[in-house]
Every structure is written in C-alpha cells, then in structure tokens.
C-alpha cells in the first residue's frame, strides 16, 4: 500500500483532493484517482488537482504563455472519473489557496499554468480568490444545439468554449430538471464530451445555474461553468452594454462574481481547505 498526503478543499462546494507532487514522483492514473474521489471507498471529491512543477509538463500547458520558469506550478486536474480537462475554475481557485497556505507561493498574486494556458490568480483582502479564465467564445444566438434531460425533455443550447467545452440552454426553473443522469447532446459537436449547464435569468446579470460535468455528473457548482453561463447570457439577451461587466451568478453550493472583459474573463468566490492529512492508496494492478 502506499500512503500519500493530502488536501482537502472546495470552491461553493465543488470539492477536489489536492495532491503535492513537485517532482512528478507519484504515480497517478485513472484508477488512483477514481478511488481518491470515491465518497465511499475513498475521500471524496468532484476531482483531484495535482500540484507539480511545470518543467515535468511542459508539453501540456495550453496555449501562449508559459515565461519558461520551470518552477512554476502545473495544475494537473483530473475529474472523478480518471479523465484529465483542461480547466476548472473552482479548482484553480482551491488551488491558489493551497499554493499560498502552504508557502508555496508568495502572495498576493501568483501564475498557474494549466492545460488551458497561463492564468493568474490573486488572494483579496476580503478572503476570496479572483482568477483569470482567459478567453470566452459563444456560438452565435441562431447557432443552438438540443441536448435532452433523462426524462427526455428537449432544450436548445448554445456551444460556449473556456478552454473547455460547454452547452448552455436557457431555462424557466433549474431545481425541477432530472439531472441524476447524462443529459444527451450531440456527439458530432462535442466528441470530447461537454459540461452542460441549465441557467434562469433572475434579473439583469443574475443568475442561477445548475450543471452536470463531464466526467463527473451534476457538481455542487463548476467555475468555467459559471462563465460560460454568464458570456452566453450576455448573447441570449443581445446585451450590448460594453465590456467589462460583472455577472452574479447563484450555484447550489454558493454565488460567484463573473467579469467579462474585452479578451479575458475572471472569476471571483471563495476557496475553502477543509481537511489535511494521509491517505494509504491501493497497490497498482
């Protein structure tokens, strides 16, 4: 058996283990962590985030941005099922606090590089975590796709990218929606798989949401989620007030500040650790 420490924590109770592993010294494959994030067998977790220094995953940090410091930190992030994505908002969050609760990184801002980019993420005064996302594209309003709920009810949806793919449709009531299963959605436009996010407009940039992940099932709440939802929103309502704007948006396990800006978008909530300690880990094969 092996015996690994680790961190506990959530962002607006989308959970993840957080594992230190500097030097790419753990051995960490799907079956490791379908049991870390087992709430049974294991500890339970939306997902788990892999601390390591960058110059041991270089070739998977996404987009321009990387400075070559190979001492800056790579969230490796895989959902619950083993599969690795490219970002998680929530999870960069849970993962700046980390990084700065365990002097790992000097404050009040520091860089991560993710499968997604380069993204910055700073500690404010009021104890939350504001991140970048970087860029958000939606598809264009007549450019819907129908994904379809368990129980078979059909909603339009509109294709949005935050360095991962999502599926937005716009609904009167999230909390009546069956979402204990995979809603279905077209393969041929997401091969990848998609987060599906169900959104009502309670007013002028507020909204509320509720999501099944890809590789997960329905979460607490999901940052790229989150913006995702609030950049789409901005296209179904013709919203043409100019940039930035901030969005609130309510998820089950809390509410998140959203900024959209010309070229980027930011996140901003709160990153909670909850638990700390040592896990004893199944022998591979």
Not at 186 to 203: I, K
């Amino acid at each position: 058996m092996r015996r690994w420490s680790f961190t506990k924590g959530h962002g607006t109770e989308n959970d993840f283990v957080v594992l230190l592993d500097r030097d790419a010294a753990l051995h960490i494959g799907p079956a490791e962590v379908r049991y870390l994030c087992d709430r049974r067998a294991g500890l339970g977790a939306d997902g788990l985030l892999r601390a390591v220094a960058v110059r041991h995953m270089q070739d998977e940090v996404g987009g321009p941005g990387w400075d070559g410091d190979g001492s800056t930190w790579f969230m490796d992030y895989r959902n619950a099922d083993g599969s690795v994505a490219e970002m998680c908002g929530n999870g960069l969050r849970v993962f700046a606090r980390f990084l700065f609760d365990a002097d790992l990184a000097s404050g009040p801002t520091v860089a991560i590089a993710t499968r997604a980019g380069m993204q910055q993420a700073t500690a404010l005064s009021d104890g939350r975590i504001r991140v970048s996302m970087g860029p958000v594209t939606v598809g264009a309003a007549e450019a819907t796709v129908t994904v379809s709920t368990a129980d078979g009810e059909t909603f339009a949806a509109l294709p949005a990218d935050v360095g991962n793919p999502h599926a937005v449709s716009f609904v009167d009531d999230p909390a009546r929606l069956d979402l204990h299963a995979a809603p279905r959605y077209p393969a041929e436009t997401f091969p990848d798989g998609v987060n599906l996010e169900f959104v009502r407009e309670l007013g002028p940039r507020h909204l509320q949401l509720r999501v099944h992940e890809r590789g997960v099932g329905e979460t607490r709440s999901c940052g790229t989620g989150t913006v995702a939802a609030a950049a789409a929103s901005r296209v179904h309502t013709a919203d043409t007030t100019p940039l930035p704007v901030t969005y609130r948006v309510d998820v089950p396990g809390g509410s998140v500040e959203v900024e959209l800006a010309d070229d980027q978008a930011y996140l901003t909530g709160p990153a909670v650790l909850v638990a700390s300690g040592q896990v004893t880990v199944p022998e591979e094969g």
